[in-house]
């Protein structure tokens, strides 16, 4: 059996083999824990959706047909869950990007020698758009994850939030405006210093 054919992997969980099923938890964890990182602003959340969603997947196994690939299967359940989270409560502001580092997410890789005042910017870059992604609605943050973060193609997007095609780019189009809009803001701050 390919170790790296996820339906395959799947085939056999559904056969009892708890070791094919724990590679795919193993190969989905981090980009799952990272999608509900940026959707929810929540490590504590992060943690508790990226469980619930493995347990569902588990759940689902033996039902599992492999009409699309695995990965947007299982992003079809992260947008569910998210989704259903922010009904559920109120989106906390996203936390800092230092916080991040700290916590081993995603860490920003230096280059050595690199000029300190362009590391600064390009932190403080990042901390904008975090801050910017975190003031869109849920599922324009859903539909950014998925194709900036997750780098899904606009049908595979589609499948996974259950919207058609011209809906994910209508919704990706307001998303962009509206960060371009958020980013300006510090662009032009950076020029006049």
């Known amino acids: ?67 699309a690939l695995l990965r947007t299967y299982i992003f079809r359940i992260a947008a569910n869950l998210a989704a259903s989270h922010a009904r559920k409560r109120s989106i906390r502001k996203g936390r800092s990007l230092d916080e991040m580092f700290e916590r081993g997410i995603e860490p920003e890789a230096e280059e050595q020698g690199a000029d300190p005042s362009v590391l600064v910017e390009g932190k403080e870059l990042k901390q904008a758009y975090l801050d910017a992604l975190f003031e869109l609605p849920q599922e324009w943050r859903i539909a950014m994850e998925l194709r900036v973060g997750r780098g899904f193609s606009y049908s595979d997007i589609a499948e996974a939030m259950g919207k058609t095609v011209p809906a994910v780019e209508s919704i990706l189009y307001r998303a962009r405006e509206r960060l371009a809009l958020a980013l300006s803001g510090f662009r032009d701050d950076r020029d006049e210093s």
């Open 1 to 67: 059996m390919k170790y790296d054919d996820d339906a395959a992997l799947m085939e056999s969980a559904a056969r009892g083999d708890s070791g094919s099923f724990s590679i795919l938890v193993k190969r989905y964890q981090k980009q799952v824990f990272n999608f509900f990182l940026r959707t929810t602003g929540s490590f504590e959340d992060a943690e508790d959706l990226s469980q619930q969603l493995f347990v569902n997947l588990f759940r689902s196994v033996k039902r599992y047909r492999p009409k």
